[in-house]
């Protein structure tokens, strides 16, 4: 199982097509909190973390859905479980989430979301290398 902290929607559903096409579970969260949430009640270490850092709100009124930082904080508490993929256009809080979770002894990779097809042609190959080297 994968889980993830993604807010878009176009991304979900991405993620969504190249994960089924590798036959790789997953579940995501759109906010810090439902992700720690979903963290906490994973009946086994996931295979695979994957975080984005910015997080944005559908509509004015909705609550402050929180920020990457605030994951890899929580996750700095935890015991080291799963390899981490960050994946965010914010490079400054990227590398943020990368000190604060390897500090923590967390395996951290990092890939920047270039270009209109890189779920495709870079996240999921390095989704797929890094559950080969698990394995």
């Not at 604060?100 to 967390?106: K, M, P, V, Y």
């Amino acid at each position: 199982m994968l889980i993830m902290l993604e807010d878009d929607l176009d991304r979900i559903e991405r993620f969504t097509t190249v994960l089924a096409e590798q036959q790789i579970l997953y579940e995501y969260a759109r906010t810090a909190q439902d992700f720690i949430q979903l963290y906490q009640r994973q009946p086994a270490p996931p295979l695979l973390i994957a975080l984005d850092h910015d997080l944005f709100t559908d509509n004015d009124g909705d609550p402050d859905p929180g920020d990457g930082r605030d994951v890899a904080t929580f996750l700095a508490t935890q015991r080291p479980l799963a390899p981490v993929l960050i994946h965010s256009t914010n490079a400054l809080a990227a590398d943020s989430m990368v000190y604060t979770l390897e500090e923590a002894g967390w395996m951290v990779d990092r890939i920047a979301p270039i270009g209109l097809d890189w779920i495709e042609t870079y996240w999921a190959p390095t989704v797929m290398e890094i559950i080969r080297r698990l394995r």
